[in-house]
Nanobody
């Protein structure tokens, strides 16, 4: 069982920055690829970014490339999402999740935290 706690969201003006954190329980954190997802009101949850087990490989959806950076600290069981140059269309609840070993965008099972709200004003 994996438990996830996201934090770091808030209200920010367009062009601003936020850093999200996700702390995972369990001793096997480093054995999972990890991803960030987001869900805007009235929309499906979508993939945002992913990172390999060791943190040396990352993958992003096109809309955030060059603006967002995913990283992880396996000692702290934490994955981060640095978000710069935020746009109103980035407004959503952001979630982290472990990923299937054969995919960069598919969550493993149904492990979701409560999420953290990001609101970007224009």
């Amino acid at each position: 069982q994996v438990q996830l706690v996201e934090s770091g969201g808030g209200l920010v003006q367009a062009g601003g920055s936020l850093r999200l954190s996700c702390v995972a329980s369990g001793r096997t954190f480093s054995s999972y690829r990890m991803g960030w997802f987001r869900q805007a009101p009235g929309k499906e949850r979508e993939f945002v970014a992913a990172i390999s087990r060791g943190g040396d490989t990352t993958y992003y959806t096109d809309s955030v490339k060059g603006r967002f950076t995913i990283s992880r600290d396996n000692v702290k069981n934490t994955v981060y999402l640095q978000m710069n140059s935020l746009k109103p269309e980035d407004t959503a609840v952001y979630y982290c999740a472990p990923l299937m070993s054969i995919s960069w965008i598919t969550p493993l099972g149904d492990y979701w935290g409560q999420g953290t709200q990001v609101t970007v004003s224009s």
